[in-house]
Nanobody, 124 residues
Framework: QVQLVESGGGLVQAGGSLRLSCAAS????????MAWFRQAPGKEREFVAA????????NYAAPVKGRFTISRDNAKSTVYLQMNSLQPEDTAVYYC?????????????????WGQGTQVTVSS
């Protein structure tokens, strides 16, 4: 079993930056594709970014390409989401997800393990 805990959310002005972290425990971290999803009030959860087991490949949703960067440190069992040039439409609860089967280029939301989420609010 895997436990995921997100941190780093908060309130930021438009154009600002935040760095989210997701700490994993319970099983070998490098066995899992890691991803970030987000959900705004009244909207469905949507894919944001994913990274392969080794960290060598990444995938981003179109709205965040060029602004967000996903990375992982397998020695620390942690995945990160660096968010730059934040805009109000980025406001959402951000969730970390892990799966041993799903590949990084999948944008589906059927990951096996999920964190509790961290709130990101971008003011104008």
């Amino acid at each position: 079993q895997v436990q995921l805990v997100e941190s780093g959310g908060g309130l930021v002005q438009a154009g600002g930056s935040l760095r989210l972290s997701c700490a994993a425990s319970g099983r070998t971290f490098s066995d899992f594709t890691m991803a970030w999803f987000r959900q705004a009030p009244g909207k469905e959860r949507e894919f944001v970014a994913a990274i392969s087991r080794s960290g060598g490949s990444t995938n981003y949703a179109a709205p965040v390409k060029g602004r967000f960067t996903i990375s992982r440190d397998n020695a620390k069992s942690t995945v990160y989401l660096q968010m730059n040039s934040l805009q109000p439409e980025d406001t959402a609860v951000y969730y970390c997800a892990a799966d041993a089967v799903i590949v990084y280029y999948s944008v589906g939301g059927r990951y096996h393990y999920w964190g509790q989420g961290t709130q990101v609010t971008v003011s104008s």
